[in-house]
């Protein structure tokens, strides 16, 4: 199998980059080299950020009706080849085929939502704010905004923010992960499509190098980011500086609570998909459980370790697997499984009880594939290491609590606040939950409290830099800048 060259899209043509070498793009289920993809330079990306302001004098006078009508033919496109897309996302990043099926619907969510950009920019008019005065404020476009985009979710996650932008009125430029650089790479061939002038949708592959240069442009007027919170600090850090707008949502550590009332076997089928769905990768993904009282403890332990057991582990594109429901695939790459194992052994060091060990997990023909088995830490203390860092991967640890009121501490006493779920059937608990908690989702009685496009998605404390949260309505305030008029009119003299 030759592996395909990744090809830069700028100013509406496709483009071989100039760059500084080109990456490896591994299948993680089976070690191999599936894809090439260029390192971009800065003079390239500065390429791709001049042909969107360009393109942005244009566009942002275009009606807006007219501007989303590209995106009606787009989603047409992806729901003709959603099943082509879903199985390239598997191929370079893991996921199961079902995961990358409902990735794709939450693209289609989206575009949807920015196809009522008509009602969703209009303005705000005030008839007499004073004696003949009149007030208005619209909504316009402001110029050239970019993304940052993550491994875990190469489709779903750029959807957050692009079709936002351009229905809007403004431009953009996206930097794909070079992990997995494939699934943008398939999707720009179908925007190339749709009919959108040169320029409004540009795509730059690379490292850091790009994602410093986006950030660092003054034509670039926003930054969007899905990363790692060290990463979010630096970034909105920088657009502060730079007087860009910034949305950057970072890390994550999401509390289950087991209330003694909840249904037990309802809660841990729920459980079992919040924490290995996507081998655990990714920021809606559960990774601690704090049960509340000893019973509840015991019965969550044991009952939780053994679920975990008959996990199914494969290679998702396993045709004899491939549409089972629950399959957890590998951990995106060797240094990510180092990692992993690594804080394994932290949590047997800092004296947690490694219930279920994953280590050293082999799938039959995939070898050199990068998986990790479920693995479970019983007697686990709040503020220990495995307790506090971000794993991201298929370790689960088990916490308990002698209230409700001590679990929301543990939960708030975390560096993030991204999501956290109240298993029960207590009006009382679940409002109580809901309030108290400083996360920035909920969940009552649901393992992964992501929300639909609809609804704004994001975290409070060090899971989210950002004033505006993701997708939905509200991001329409990301994407435009507000102006106030004052106006009044004097009656032509007789």
Not at 61 to 83: C, F, G, H, M
Not at 216 to 221: A, D, G, H, R, S
Not at 232 to 239: G, L, P, R
């Amino acid at each position: 199998m030759t592996a395909k060259i990744v090809e830069n899209y700028v100013n509406g043509q496709w483009v071989t980059p100039e760059n500084n070498g080109y990456l490896d793009v591994e299948n993680p289920s089976t070690g191999q080299i599936i894809a090439k993809t260029p390192l971009s330079t800065a003079a390239e990306t500065n390429r791709a950020i001049d042909a969107a302001a360009e393109a942005f004098r244009d566009w942002s006078q275009t009606p807006v009706a007219r501007r989303i009508q590209p995106l009606y033919k787009l989603d047409s496109l992806l729901r003709e080849n959603e099943e082509k897309i879903a199985r390239t996302l598997v191929e370079e990043m893991g996921k199961s085929l079902p995961d990358a099926r409902a990735e794709m619907k939450r693209i289609f969510e989206n575009i949807e939502v920015a196809c009522g950009m008509p009602v969703m920019q209009q303005g705000d008019k005030l008839i007499g704010s004073s004696y003949d005065i009149d007030g208005e404020v619209i909504r316009l476009p402001i110029g050239v905004f970019a993304m940052i985009a993550p491994f875990n979710f190469p489709a779903m996650v750029p959807f957050w923010f692009l079709p936002y932008a351009i229905a809007t009125g403004n431009t953009y430029v996206l930097k794909a992960s070079e992990q997995v650089p494939l699934t943008m790479q398939l999707i720009t061939e179908y925007i190339d499509q749709i009919g959108l002038p040169k320029g409004v949708f540009n795509l730059v592959n690379g490292d850091k190098v790009v994602g410093r240069t986006l950030v660092e442009n003054p034509l670039v007027k926003g930054v969007s980011l899905v990363g790692a919170t060290p990463t979010c600090k630096m970034v909105s850090a920088q657009c502060a500086q730079n007087h860009k707008r910034c949305q950057a949502m970072g890390s994550a550590k999401n509390h289950l609570v087991a209330m003694p009332d909840a249904k037990i076997d309802d809660m841990l089928r729920n459980m079992i998909t919040s924490c290995y769905g996507c081998a655990g990768q990714r920021c809606m993904a559960a990774s601690a459980i704090v049960a509340v009282g000893d019973d509840t403890y015991r019965a969550v332990c044991e009952k939780f370790v053994e679920a975990s057991k008959d996990v199914l582990v494969a290679d998702p594109l396993d045709p004899k697997v491939a549409d089972e429901p629950m399959v957890m695939g590998p951990v995106i790459s060797a240094k990510s499984k180092q990692f992993i194992h690594g804080m394994i052994e932290t949590g047997l060091k800092e004296g947690a009880t490694l219930a279920l060990d994953g280590r050293d997990f082999e799938v039959p023909g995939c070898e050199n594939g990068h998986f990790v088995g479920p693995t479970v830490f019983t007697d686990v203390k709040p503020g220990m290491e495995i307790h506090t860092t971000e794993i991201f991967g298929p370790v689960v640890v088990i916490l308990k609590a002698g209230s409700l009121d001590a679990a929301i501490k543990i939960i708030n006493d975390q560096e993030y606040g991204n999501g956290a779920s109240i298993y029960t059937q207590n009006g009382y608990y679940a409002r109580k939950f809901k309030i108290e908690t400083d996360c920035g989702m909920i969940g009552i009685n649901i393992g992964i409290p992501a929300p639909v496009a609809y609804l704004p998605f994001g975290g409070m404390k060090a899971s989210q830099f950002a004033d505006i949260k993701a997708q939905g309505k509200a991001i329409v305030n990301f994407f435009t800048q507000d102006k106030i008029i004052t106006e009044r009119y004097w009656p032509e003299s007789g």
